[in-house]
């Protein structure tokens, strides 16, 4: 009598599996990347803050998940408020910053024999101007695509926030005792894909505000000490952050784009540019190689193979989550005896 509920748990593990890739594809293909990131930082963040808050509450249990998702969901907004006087600009006019940037850039690229010195301009093959006459057209080309993006980037912060809200709300939910096979095997996906997030995310985020940290003391700091400052400060700062959440590309971005913005002020402010990020990545190397490498057992082959078809397909949002989608499959396929 109990044949007919035997092949159940395993239908519901396929159709789990199903529902769950149907959900990161339909993620990725309406842009809803930071919402999905910002819920897997809201419910590890109020997780993390609730057993924190319960003994110094010492109130009838289940006050303290409301009160820690209330937290989580609030901070972002005082933050904002504190912060939005001296960085609205930076925050609403993004799209328009860097589009000025990448524009600043090009015309760099162009004037780059002007701006070496003479012996180092003169060794430059002929061919090297039609390279920088492509790389030029390649910053404004996107420079012209960031014209468009005004209301879309706005639209990415407010998917952000939303996210952060669910992810709070669903960790202060209390846990269900029983689940029917399909929710058991949702739950049991969505653990994985947490417990992912938390590996690779959370440790790159840190690595990223360790590195924007040390890049805003360089810049504010250490060239204003120099009597060197560069343009577009600020939009570096935010760019580094950013760009540091994505392994190993990121780091040439940030080296690139600074060096390059270096070399506009002065060919020995470049190369500290340069001999600076080397610096601080050199650790970052480190930290991916031996952390989220060791937690995720993926090599810088198939990291790269991977972010390489995910930029192809869904654009810059692709960098970002290729590395946490990449080791989410592998997770499971591990789990489940594949490889």
């Not at 529902?19 to 930071?34: R, T």
């Not at 997780?47 to 319960?54: D, K, T, V, Y």
């Not at 006087?85 to 090009?106: C, K, N, S, W």
């Not at 399909?182 to 690595?207: S, W």
């Amino acid at each position: 009598m109990n044949t007919p509920e035997a092949p159940r748990p395993k239908i519901a593990a396929l159709a789990s599996y199903a529902l769950i890739g149907a959900a990161l594809l339909l993620i990725m293909w309406q842009g809803l990347l930071p919402g999905l990131l910002c819920a897997c930082l809201g419910f590890l963040a109020t997780r993390w803050l609730s057993p924190r808050l319960g003994p110094l509450l010492r109130a009838r249990d289940g006050l303290a998940p409301r009160l820690s998702a209330a937290v989580v969901a609030l901070l972002p907004l005082v933050l904002i408020a504190l912060a939005l006087p001296h960085t609205r600009g930076l925050i609403v006019d993004a799209p328009g910053q860097y589009r000025e940037l990448l524009a600043f850039m090009a015309r760099t690229m162009l004037e780059l024999r002007d701006r070496l010195p003479p012996d180092i301009a003169a060794q430059l093959p002929d061919g090297a101007q039609e390279v920088q006459r492509v790389i030029a057209a390649y910053l404004a080309s996107k420079a012209g695509a960031l014209a468009l993006t005004g209301r879309a980037w706005l639209t990415g912060l407010l998917f952000a926030y939303v996210g952060l809200l669910i992810g709070a709300l669903a960790a202060a939910r209390p846990s269900a005792r029983q689940l029917k096979p399909l929710a058991a095997a949702l739950h049991l996906r969505l653990h994985r894909f947490g417990e992912t997030f938390r590996q690779i995310v959370v440790a790159q985020f840190f690595i990223a505000l360790f590195n924007t940290f040390l890049t805003a003391v360089f810049l504010l700091v250490v060239l204003p000490l120099w009597d060197s400052r560069l343009p577009y400060t600020m939009a570096l700062i935010l760019l580094t952050f950013v760009a540091g959440l994505i392994p190993i590309v990121g780091n040439l971005i940030c080296n690139g784009v600074l060096t390059l913005v270096g070399l506009s002020v002065s060919p020995l402010v470049a190369l500290a540019c340069l001999a600076f990020l080397i610096g601080i990545h050199k650790a970052e190397y480190f930290i991916n190689a031996k952390v989220v490498g060791a937690r995720t057992h993926m090599s810088v082959w198939e990291l790269l193979s991977v972010m390489f078809v995910m930029e192809a397909v869904f654009g810059p949002a692709g960098l970002v989550a290729a590395p946490l989608f990449y080791a989410y499959a592998k997770k499971e396929l591990q789990a489940s005896g594949w490889v």
